[in-house]
């Protein structure tokens, strides 16, 4: 199958949901004793802590979003995608760290999948002639979580969608996200594209 | 019956601590590929499908860390499980709906490919970094490790089959519950395989799921073993049956940590190879190992 594929490459450059609550559902933490404030961190003893101090982590990428509002930009990208793009069929997200606050709601629908690594799945889903379209992000959540605050989208649509694409780019960068470089046009391409990595 | 069958299925407890502390990142999944690899390629090669499978996918929810501290790419763990698992060595990796993946998996496996009939999942927990904190916790008591991979044969027409959800409030024991009591019927044949959890929270749920049939609490003997509870439960439930001569159907369901959940109808036809492998309760940090089926 012949394939549109669109991309946006961002960058997160200051904390975009400064001075806004966090999501009561989101934040929420399900306890049998309602407790809604614990951590990992916070439950980590000695051992734990012992074990962390002998890693090593990237210290100068700032943390500009918590888990909580990480879930917030996954779902807002989903809500965009539903609003802009309601006929794709799939859509695939990156997640490599759980947290201890629950998902967006919209990251339950049914056409979204969340893995930790996308790339398998757009081969697959480009044998099976899907049109779907992947939120990669690497965003630091946490001072002991790798990531450099890069967000990536990729579409592969079966016609041009060009124009739905450039308001779901809209929205990411009034939202926040830092274009670092142009968007590609779209191109009909064998269904092969190379440029997905991790 | 279920539009969803169990042909073939295998676990196997960890010991805890899996490896010893000081090994690398590299080398415990090494370790790591070289116990659930023989496993994968032992319940691939028992398929009954005539196709090959769907997909093939590894899941988990304490597997994390190694990824977020960004330890080791998911590819290099691929790699490692190919020398032994082969073509059924699993693609992609989720740990997103923690215990309750298995559900999330099925629902978009099936979803992209319709045409799909037969899906492998591998449900592996290990505390790679011996963090206390996953060895214990509040809700789900003294945790259990291990792996478990199964193959799973979709009917072409199957209806309200799996259930995935997601709790809205803070009790989230009670919401899944609630979830378990619509989905199970009350008097039928149908047992439902729960999760291993305290005997406090258990006796929640069965309260909420008086008048079904449900496995035994296998916490004292298992602990909490995240996503593979249920289906342990149901290897148990079967190994207890003195001559398995028809169809037993269960209903498996996972809860994870944040309240997402998942129940599957399924049914376990006679003859099924079913492997439950634990380590000797004597000798959890020993290497006796004892076949329950």
């Known amino acids: 199958m012949k394939y549109f ?6 960058r997160i450059s200051h904390p975009i949901y400064q001075g806004i609550l966090a999501d009561k559902f989101i934040y929420k933490f399900p306890s049998i004793n309602g407790n809604e404030t614990i951590s990992t961190f916070s439950s980590m003893n000695e051992h734990d802590l012992t074990v962390l101090s002998t890693l090593t982590f990237e210290k100068n990428i700032p943390v500009l979003l918590n888990p909580s509002q990480h879930y917030r930009l996954m779902g807002h990208f989903i809500e965009v995608v539903e609003r802009e793009l309601p006929a794709v069929e799939i859509i695939l997200m990156r997640l490599v760290e759980p947290a201890l606050v629950r998902m967006a709601p919209a990251m339950f629908m049914e056409k979204v999948f969340v893995c930790q690594d996308t790339a398998p799945e757009v081969e697959d889903l480009q044998r099976l002639g899907k049109s779907f379209i992947v939120f990669r992000d690497y965003i630091k959540i946490h001072s002991f979580v790798a990531g450099n605050n890069t967000v990536y989208v990729d579409l592969y649509s079966p016609g041009e969608w060009a124009r739905e694409f ?16 142009k968007p590609a046009t779209g191109e009909a391409s064998d269904g092969r594209d190379q440029r997905h990595g991790a | 019956m279920s539009g969803f069958t169990l042909r073939a299925m295998s676990f196997q407890e960890f010991r805890s601590p899996f490896c010893e502390p000081w090994l690398s990142i590299d080398d415990t999944f090494g370790a790591l590929a070289g116990s659930i690899g023989p496993q994968i390629a032992s319940v691939g090669a028992s ?5 090959e499978p769907a997909g093939h996918i590894l899941c988990s929810t304490l597997i994390r860390e190694c990824f977020s501290f960004d330890h080791i790419p998911w590819s290099r763990v691929r790699d490692g499980l190919h020398e032994y698992a082969g073509r059924f060595t699993p693609t992609v990796f989720v740990n997103a709906y923690e215990c309750a993946s298995w559900g999330y998996i099925l629902r978009y496996y099936f979803l992209k490919n319709p045409a799909a009939r037969c899906v492998m999942i591998t449900i592996a927990d290990v505390n790679l970094y011996n963090f206390s904190l996953w060895d214990e916790e509040q809700i789900w008591g003294r945790s259990g490790y291990g792996c478990c991979t199964m193959l799973i044969e979709k009917a072409e027409e199957t209806s309200a089959d799996l259930v995935t959800g997601f709790s809205r409030g803070s009790n989230i024991i009670m919401e899944f519950a ?4 619509k989905a ?5 044949d149908r047992i439902v395989a729960l999760p291993f959890f305290p005997a406090n929270v258990r006796g929640i749920m069965d309260t909420v799921l008086k008048g079904r049939r449900l496995t035994r609490n296998g916490h004292a003997r298992w602990g909490h073993s995240f996503g593979s509870d249920p289906w342990i439960a149901i290897l148990d ?27 599957l109808d399924i049914d376990v036809p006679p003859g099924a190879p079913l492997v439950l492998v634990g380590q000797a309760p004597a000798a959890r940090m020993g290497k006796d190992e004892y076949t329950l089926s």
């Open chain 1, 5 to 10: 594929t669109y991309h946006f490459e961002g």
């Open chain 1, 166 to 181: 450039d308001a779901i780019r809209r929205d990411l960068i009034e939202l926040g996200v830092d274009e670092i470089q």
């Open chain 2, 47 to 51: 398929m009954p499908c005539n196709a």
């Open chain 2, 178 to 181: 609630i979830a378990i009591r």
């Open chain 2, 184 to 188: 199970a019927q009350e008097g039928t």
């Open chain 2, 237 to 263: 439930s079967v190994g207890t049956m003195p001559d398995m001569r028809r169809v037993e159907k269960f209903t498996a369901c996972s809860l994870a940590f944040n309240g997402y959940y998942s129940l």
